[in-house]
């Protein structure tokens, strides 16, 4: 056993470049050089050249598979199918060999091998623009502080250089304390924020901004509880137009749609496109009748549909309708018994979600406990746009929507919470964000939903966090903010429940499952991978592993 600070070593040469090469080999354009070449003078001929190498980084920062996988790694979700790696995390099952632990470290270090290789060459390019080398320097700055949050996060201290290190400093060097690579993305941030422009014209629209610098720097220290910093950075989004001009979109739910790229709450998105780049894990999320699918890789919990308060702003209790007159975003977010579903493409057609799995006449694929199927009753709706136009032709479910990653509800929140825990909450903090945010979602003009509650910190801060949980939910942030509270061994290991039903005896019951278990002494960081430790035998482990 190790103790925190005693993190392996990692085979970054032999191991991640090798995958990192790989992956070039399918971005660059088919007249360069041999991607073994990557630092030959060879290659640094041109601004596209350099281009397809940043554009590869992009790639490699992040993808919409991962943010679907990091819900599924919260209670927003029951992991019904299947048992693959983020279901036997997320039930506390893992161990060292876990494939996803080492495949994750390897994608992360591969990812970073890029932006060091970019960053060591691109002064080569003779006749480039300075503006524009400085801002591909700021954005692979950017990429790599991304990259370096997601490893300390989720294995804490981890090998940290920012230079293309050798093998065999690669096989001896030591890992660095996580609040040294914290202190350090903040002050890359920080310095990116200052030379990134605030927009972009429609042919890089998409690429990182000086606001995406300082929203990301805000959910960096939100993470770490480093209250000051958050409101620092939000403050500098909500209170200034300096990095950029950003305001709440109108329409919740059209947020996510195609129609709706680049809406002014979007502050950083994954860019996809048709054939080119897409994603499709929307597929096995959405109800059978809609889909056709084999099977439902994830359901929303009870707990989470729960969490949505009435229109009203009043708590729902079980005395209550279960879906009438509830906070409009659970029928934005959530397909539920009775959802009106319009299918993709032209056709306008339109079926009715059926769950209940003690009506006799319900023959479809979506009732509650059919094999494969939802066990809680509930499907994602957020990220489903029907408009034609989002998907890639005919019945593929290939999805070129670009996949929100930061948007200014977001920041809103961030700087709520940050002003609650410094104890400077007050009726002008709240109406400039939690209130903007339940008037955008359609809450009843009523003191109880929109004005400022009194009771002080301890109050509000359920308030604000079951907020948070509802404007976001689905969006990858759940597991990240269970855990930054401490609260994943309580909420992780409840049951998970689904929809409740009359059954036949006449009483009400919820469908509840019991498989997932959250070890507060080992599961708040993932194993060093066993493959790392096969490389290098100084490698420790985190404790539990």
Same mark, same amino acid.
């Given at each position: 056993?190790?103790?925190?600070?005693?993190?392996?070593?990692?085979?970054?040469?032999?191991?991640?470049?090798?995958?990192?090469?790989?992956?070039?080999?399918?971005?660059?354009?088919?007249?360069?050089?041999?991607?073994?070449?990557?630092?030959?003078?060879?290659?640094?001929?041109?601004?596209?050249?350099?281009?397809?190498?940043?554009?590869?980084?992009?790639?490699?920062?992040?993808?919409?598979?991962?943010?679907?996988?990091?819900?599924?790694?919260?209670?927003?979700?029951?992991?019904?199918?299947?048992?693959?790696?983020?279901?036997?995390?997320?039930?506390? =099952?893992?161990?060292?060999?876990?494939?996803?632990?080492?495949?994750?470290?390897?994608?992360?270090?591969?990812?970073?091998?890029?932006?060091?290789?970019?960053?060591?060459?691109?002064?080569?390019?003779?006749?480039?623009?300075?503006?524009?080398?400085?801002?591909?320097?700021?954005?692979?700055?950017?990429?790599?502080?991304?990259?370096?949050?997601?490893?300390?996060?989720?294995?804490?201290?981890?090998?940290?250089?920012?230079?293309?290190?050798?093998?065999?400093?690669?096989?001896?060097?030591?890992?660095?304390?996580?609040?040294?690579?914290?202190?350090?993305?903040?002050?890359?941030?920080?310095?990116?924020?200052?030379?990134?422009?605030?927009?972009?014209?429609?042919?890089?629209?998409?690429?990182?901004?000086?606001?995406?610098?300082?929203?990301?720097?805000?959910?960096?220290?939100?993470?770490?509880?480093?209250?000051?910093?958050?409101?620092?950075?939000?403050?500098?989004?909500?209170?200034?137009?300096?990095? #950029?001009?950003?305001?709440?979109?109108?329409?919740?739910?059209?947020?996510?749609?195609?129609?709706?790229?680049?809406?002014?709450?979007?502050?950083?998105?994954?860019?996809?496109?048709?054939?080119?780049?897409?994603?499709?894990?929307?597929?096995? !999320?959405?109800?059978?009748?809609?889909?056709?699918?084999?099977?439902?890789?994830?359901?929303?919990?009870?707990?989470?549909?729960?969490?949505?308060?009435?229109?009203?702003? @009043?708590?729902?209790?079980?005395?209550?309708?279960?879906?009438?007159?509830?906070?409009?975003?659970?029928?934005?977010?959530?397909?539920?018994? #009775?959802?009106?579903?319009?299918?993709?493409?032209?056709?306008?057609?339109? !079926?009715?979600?059926?769950?209940?799995?003690?009506?006799?006449?319900?023959?479809?694929?979506?009732?509650?406990?059919?094999?494969?199927?939802? =066990?809680?009753?509930?499907?994602?709706?957020?990220? !489903?746009?029907?408009?034609?136009?989002?998907?890639?032709? #005919?019945? @593929?479910?290939?999805?070129?929507?670009?996949?929100?990653?930061?948007?200014?509800?977001?920041?809103?929140?961030?700087?709520?919470?940050?002003?609650?825990?410094?104890?400077?909450?007050?009726?002008?903090?709240?109406?400039?964000?939690?209130?903007?945010?339940?008037?955008?979602?359609?809450?009843?003009?009523?003191?109880?939903?929109?004005?400022?509650?009194?009771?002080?910190?301890?109050?509000?801060?359920?308030?604000?966090?079951?907020?948070?949980?509802?404007?976001?939910?689905?969006?990858?942030?759940?597991?990240?903010?269970?855990?930054?509270?401490?609260?994943?061994?309580?909420?992780?290991?409840?049951?998970?429940?689904?929809?409740?039903?009359?059954? @036949?005896?006449?009483?009400?019951?919820?469908?509840?499952?019991?498989?997932?278990?959250?070890?507060?002494?080992?599961?708040?960081?993932?194993?060093?991978?066993?493959?790392?430790?096969?490389?290098?035998?100084?490698?420790? =482990?985190?404790? #539990?592993?």
């Amino acid at each position: 056993m190790r103790t925190k600070n005693m993190k392996p070593s990692i085979n970054y040469l032999s191991g991640c470049l090798t995958a990192c090469i790989l992956l070039l080999a399918g971005c660059v354009e088919l007249d360069v050089v041999p991607t073994n070449k990557f630092t030959d003078d060879t290659y640094w001929t041109s601004v596209e050249k350099a281009s397809s190498l940043l554009n590869m980084g992009y790639r490699q920062m992040n993808d919409a598979g991962r943010i679907f996988r990091d819900e599924r790694l919260s209670d927003n979700l029951y992991n019904s199918y299947g048992n693959d790696d983020a279901r036997v995390i997320a039930n506390g =099952q893992a161990n060292t060999s876990t494939a996803m632990f080492d495949n994750y470290w390897g994608d992360m270090y591969g990812g970073i091998k890029t932006t060091h290789t970019f960053l060591a060459n691109v002064d080569r390019v003779e006749g480039m623009d300075e503006d524009l080398r400085n801002r591909m320097k700021a954005e692979a700055r950017f990429i790599r502080a991304f990259l370096f949050f997601q490893l300390t996060n989720w294995y804490g201290d981890v090998p940290f250089f920012t230079e293309d290190i050798t093998l065999e400093i690669a096989t001896t060097i030591t890992p660095t304390p996580q609040a040294t690579i914290v202190d350090f993305i903040h002050s890359e941030l920080e310095e990116i924020a200052e030379i990134l422009p605030t927009s972009y014209g429609p042919g890089d629209r998409g690429r990182i901004t000086a606001g995406a610098a300082m929203a990301f720097n805000a959910r960096v220290a939100l993470n770490f509880n480093d209250w000051e910093r958050v409101k620092t950075y939000t403050d500098k989004l909500i209170n200034s137009t300096q990095y #950029g001009t950003y305001t709440l979109f109108q329409n919740y739910e059209g947020i996510f749609h195609f129609a709706n790229q680049y809406n002014s709450e979007i502050i950083l998105d994954i860019q996809y496109a048709p054939e080119v780049r897409t994603w499709n894990e929307i597929f096995t !999320y959405v109800p059978f009748s809609l889909a056709g699918v084999q099977y439902i890789q994830a359901s929303p919990t009870q707990d989470l549909v729960d969490t949505y308060l009435m229109k009203d702003g @009043s708590k729902w209790d079980e005395s209550k309708d279960p879906y009438a007159d509830r906070d409009p975003r659970l029928d934005m977010t959530i397909y539920r018994h #009775g959802s009106a579903i319009q299918q993709r493409g032209n056709t306008g057609s339109v !079926y009715n979600v059926n769950v209940d799995p003690n009506d006799a006449d319900n023959d479809t694929n979506d009732k509650i406990g059919r094999e494969n199927g939802t =066990q809680t009753g509930y499907f994602y709706r957020k990220f !489903y746009d029907p408009n034609p136009a989002a998907w890639t032709g #005919g019945t @593929s479910w290939d999805c070129n929507i670009n996949f929100v990653v930061l948007r200014f509800a977001d920041v809103l929140l961030m700087y709520a919470e940050a002003m609650n825990e410094l104890d400077q909450m007050d009726a002008a903090v709240w109406d400039k964000t939690i209130r903007l945010l339940r008037e955008r979602a359609g809450f009843d003009n009523t003191a109880l939903a929109l004005d400022f509650p009194s009771g002080g910190k301890d109050a509000l801060r359920p308030i604000i966090r079951d907020e948070r949980r509802v404007e976001l939910a689905l969006e990858g942030t759940r597991v990240y903010d269970i855990r930054r509270w401490r609260i994943a061994e309580t909420v992780m290991n409840a049951p998970r429940r689904g929809a409740k039903f009359d059954l @036949s005896t006449g009483t009400l019951k919820y469908y509840e499952y019991r498989n997932n278990t959250f070890n507060e002494n080992r599961d708040y960081l993932w194993a060093i991978p066993r493959q790392q430790w096969l490389i290098n035998k100084n490698l420790g =482990q985190n404790d #539990g592993y």
